[in-house]
Each structure stands twice: as structure tokens, then as C-alpha cells.
């Protein structure tokens, strides 16, 4: 865990598949998205992969849900989400789960 999260903090999976759909546009979207999170009080940070087929995970981290509330109820996120539905994604889902442990390992662990 990065100094300064909490000992327990909550993530948010978002896994979708894209479209076909003008990549330029959603990847200015998705880059307004990531530097708008970041501007959002209780976000901790972001991980997230695409495979060349378009389907992708997000996961976002929380300080708690009233923090991920906040970011769901964002005008300009609920913008950004009813693009998806119209353009970008052929399906996705969200999950929300709190962590309670982490373990990591590193090449310098050793």
C-alpha cells in the first residue's frame, strides 16, 4: 500500500468492452476522467489495462463509499457515463469491494 492510504480503503472495478467507436474521442474522454478522479476528495489512485480486443479493467481506490458516491454523482463523470453507454462500450460492469489485506513483491524484496 502507498504511504498514506488507510489501512482499509475500498476499490471499484469497472471491466468493459469497447466498440468500435472513434478512438480519439474516447481516449480524450478517458484521459479527462483519470485527471478528474484524481481532483476528487477521498481517491487514492488508479490501475487499468486494455487488450488490443477492447476489453478492459479499471480499478480505482477509495478512501470509503461516500467518497465513491461522490465520484458516481460527478456531472461530468455522469457525462462521461452515459457516452459509454451510447458510444463506447458494447457492455461493462462495476463492482465495488473493500480491502482488507495487501501483500505486494518486488524484484528489490529479494
Known sequence: M???WPKEYYMV???SQRT???QSHYAVM???MIELAHQQPGFLGVESVRED???GITISYWRDRDSIE???QNTE???AQSLGRQDFYSWFQTRIGMVTEERAFGRDDI
Do not use: N, T
Request: hydrophobic share 25%; net charge negative; proline share 5%.
Open 13 to 15: 472495478i469497472f471491466s
Open 20 to 22: 468500435d467507436s472513434e
Open 2 to 4: 502507498p504511504s498514506g
Open 53 to 55: 480486443g477492447g476489453l
Open 70 to 72: 461522490a465520484w458516481r
Open 77 to 79: 463523470h455522469q457525462h
Open 30 to 32: 478517458s484521459e479527462r
